[in-house]
């Protein structure tokens, strides 16, 4: 995830460490619920008034936009490593083949062993076609990148538009029994796999591990079939934006200001004016899957990328405060604290730990963010004046080399 070079951009880091602050956001959910949580704070169970503005809160700012920044940075540090090895005269692509086979087989062991919502596994699988990429000039990429995304936002929306006009109808009292038939259908197969994510989280830790494996063992890359699409894309972008020098202040800054104020408008108020419409409603499922997974597609890509603009606005001043130093620490461990937060939130709500899950509606998890939060920030810093990388970026590194390397300072 990180970039292991002495001469790194800090304003790289100090963006990753706010995303992999901001995603645990939203991972929350599915450490602390069943999947249908991350849809609707009235799912599993109906929620209070403070779940339900909380969870608005949520979609408006961060839902989508940590999953896109956080993606569209792994674009950038694949690239970033495969150019100054090349720099320096040595096999750059080989390096990255065998950074990500390592990638792919610890985010599978994430998912064994820990918690079914890795993406390490699906980024080292994307990676292999972003390398194929890596020499596309700046305007090819983003070219070839907005229209994938265009194809496949479309194509989601297109596939799940029938369910949530259904939906709907259920709702209006309007429809038809073949409608009622198929939206009661859905419905009790996700509260079935509700019930039974509860069983399997609460359960000891080998049952858990056992069930996640013996019920779906290649979950890893369903996922990846539903989301390659947008992560593929906003790797490309993220590529794009460090040749075109957005991340080392290589952008004019009228050219910044722009994309931050823009994007970071347009794509709020799109996602506002969902939000407008799907919170009175108690936000429906099927509406808020499509909306989540597709129809909200450029408004999180929009904002995700406002706020890199704005981080890169406001990084000389940032890099200086303590805050600031803080965040850029946990962006170098980005790895390690990704991870390593779900160490701690799987030992918080899963049976082998407290077994606090399905506990906590909404608001009430913002307690848990917090506390990760202090975890990250706390001790990032601390550990890089003893050590060169994360405990994790350094195992990472010595498995890709194939030798213990030296990561004691000296």
Same mark, same amino acid.
């Given at each position: ?17 706010? &995303? ?120 090819? $990429? ?5 229209? $994938?995304?265009?194809?496949?936002? &479309? ?35 996700? +509260? ?6 509860? !069983? ?60 931050? &104020? ?7 108020? !799109? ?17 808020? +899957? ?10 999180? $890509? ?6 890199? !603009? ?11 405060? +303590? ?43 913002? $307690? ?43």
């Amino acid at each position: 995830m990180s970039v292991d070079a002495p001469d790194r951009i800090r304003t790289l880091d100090l963006i990753r460490g706010v &995303a992999v602050l901001g995603i645990l956001t939203i991972n929350i959910a599915s450490f602390a619920a069943p999947d249908s949580a991350g849809f609707s704070p009235n799912l599993p169970q109906p929620g209070s008034t403070a779940d339900t503005w909380s969870f608005a809160f949520s979609l408006v700012f961060l839902e989508g936009k940590m999953r896109a920044l956080f993606s569209i940075l792994f674009g950038a540090s694949l690239l970033l490593l495969v150019e100054r090895r090349e720099a320096q005269g040595r096999d750059g692509h080989g390096l990255q083949l065998r950074r990500l086979w390592w990638l792919a087989l610890i985010g599978w062991l994430h998912f064994a062993l820990l918690w079914d919502g890795d993406v390490l596994f699906i980024y080292a699988i994307i990676g292999f076609a972003l390398l194929l990429m890596h020499r596309t000039p700046p305007g090819q $990429l983003l070219g070839i990148a907005l229209a $994938l995304f265009a194809l496949w936002q &479309a194509w989601g929306v297109v596939r799940w538009m029938p369910a949530v006009i259904a939906e709907q109808h259920v709702i209006a009292g309007t429809a038809s029994r073949a409608e009622r038939s198929v939206y009661s259908a859905f419905v009790t197969e996700e +509260r079935r796999q509700d019930r039974a994510d509860a !069983a399997a989280t609460l359960s000891p830790y080998s049952a858990e591990v056992a069930a996640r494996l013996g019920d779906r063992p290649a979950y890893p890359l369903l996922l990846l079939i539903y989301i390659w699409g947008e992560t593929l894309t906003y790797g490309m972008i993220g590529m794009a934006l460090l040749k075109s020098g957005f991340f080392a202040s290589g952008w004019q800054r009228r050219r910044t200001v722009l994309l931050a &104020a823009a994007g970071t408008a347009l794509g709020l108020a !799109a996602t506002t004016a969902f939000a407008a419409w799907a919170h009175p409603q108690g936000y429906p499922e099927m509406a808020m +899957r499509m909306a989540i997974g597709y129809g909200l597609g450029f408004a999180h $890509l929009l904002t995700a990328l406002g706020y890199a !603009a704005l981080l890169v606005l406001c990084a000389p001043r940032l890099l200086a405060s +303590r805050l600031g130093q803080r965040l850029e620490a946990a962006g170098r461990m980005a790895f390690s604290n990704y991870l390593g937060t779900s160490l701690a939130m799987t030992a918080l709500f899963s049976g082998w730990g407290l077994g606090l899950f399905g506990q906590y509606g909404t608001a009430a998890l913002w $307690l848990f963010v917090f506390l990760g939060w202090a975890l990250m920030l706390g001790w990032s810093q601390p550990w890089l004046t003893r050590y060169r990388q994360g405990p994790l970026e350094w195992l990472w590194r010595s498995l890709t080399e194939w030798q213990l390397l030296p990561n004691r300072m000296r």
